[in-house]
C-alpha cells in the first residue's frame, strides 16, 4: 500500500493550508486514517485521526483549528489547518491501516510534507 501526500508549503501565521493524502494499491479496506507531525528533536505525535471504530479525534493543540476528513471513495484523508501558528511547522505524514485483498493487515506511511509557517 502507498501513500502519497501533498499540500505543504510556506504560510504566514494565521493562514492556512490544506494537506491531502491519497491511497493505492492492494487494498480491501481501510479502517483509520491519520495525521502526525514531527519536528527536530521530537518524536512523531498524533495531530489527528479519523477511524470506524473511535471515530475522530484530535491533539488538543490543534483543536477547532485543523479538520481532518476521509473520502473513502476515492481513498483519500485531507487535512484543513486553518489559523496556523509557528508551533504547527513540521513535517506532516499521512497513516492509513487497514486490510489487504489477502485479508491481512497493513499500516503504511506517506513521505511527508514539510509545513512551515512565519510568524
Known amino acids: 500500500v502507498q501513500l502519497q501526500a501533498s499540500g505543504g508549503g510556506l504560510v504566514q501565521a494565521g493562514g492556512s493550508l490544506r494537506l491531502s493524502c491519497t491511497a493505492s494499491?492492494?487494498?480491501?479496506?481501510?479502517?483509520?486514517t491519520a495525521w502526525y507531525r514531527q519536528t527536530p528533536g521530537k518524536e512523531r505525535e498524533l495531530v489527528a485521526i479519523?477511524?470506524?471504530?473511535?471515530?475522530?479525534k484530535y491533539a488538543d493543540s490543534v483543536k477547532g483549528r485543523f479538520t481532518i476528513s476521509r473520502d473513502d471513495a476515492k481513498r483519500m484523508v485531507s487535512l484543513q489547518m486553518n489559523d496556523l501558528k509557528p508551533e504547527d511547522i513540521g513535517i506532516y505524514y499521512c497513516?492509513?491501516?487497514?486490510?489487504?485483498?489477502?485479508?491481512?493487515?497493513?499500516?503504511?506511511w506517506g513521505q511527508g510534507t514539510q509545513v512551515t509557517v512565519s510568524s
Open positions: 497513516n492509513a491501516g487497514g486490510l489487504n485483498r489477502s485479508w491481512r493487515s497493513f499500516t503504511s
Open positions: 494499491g492492494n487494498i480491501l479496506k481501510i479502517s483509520s
Open positions: 479519523v477511524s470506524n471504530n473511535d471515530g475522530t
